[in-house]
Nanobody
Framework: QVRLVESGGGLVQEGGSLRLSCTTSGLKFDDYAMGWFRQFPGKEREGVACINWRGDITDYTQSAKGRFAISRDNAKNILYLQMNNLNANDTAMYYC???????????????????WGQGTQVTVSS
């Protein structure tokens, strides 16, 4: 059974940093693309950052570029998201997911990802 567990969320002031982790089990981690997604109240889940199985292809939503960094440790089966210079617009529930990823033009779209964690809340106070 595939299990994805996010951690590292919390309350942080604007300009602060958080590092999210996604611990996985039940899948051959290095066979899959992985992604971080977030969901704002009343909105659909959106891709924040995705990474291919080898870690040499990444894709970021525009607002995350230059501030967030996705990485993976295939030896430990863990996915990370380093988030710097956070602002109030980053407040959301953050989810990790595994899947095949899409074509490069659509790599980090949620419909390409099959298994999901329960999420971790990130709240940025202004």
């Amino acid at each position: 059974q595939v299990r994805l567990v996010e951690s590292g969320g919390g309350l942080v002031q604007e300009g602060g940093s958080l590092r999210l982790s996604c611990t996985t089990s039940g899948l051959k981690f290095d066979d899959y693309a992985m992604g971080w997604f977030r969901q704002f109240p009343g909105k659909e889940r959106e891709g924040v950052a995705c990474i291919n199985w080898r870690g040499d292809i990444t894709d970021y939503t525009q607002s995350a570029k230059g501030r967030f960094a996705i990485s993976r440790d295939n030896a430990k089966n863990i996915l990370y998201l380093q988030m710097n210079n956070l602002n109030a617009n980053d407040t959301a529930m953050y989810y990790c997911a595994s899947g095949l990823g899409g074509p490069l033009s659509d790599y980090c779209a949620a419909h390409w990802f099959k298994d999901w964690g329960q999420g971790t809340q990130v709240t940025v106070s202004s």
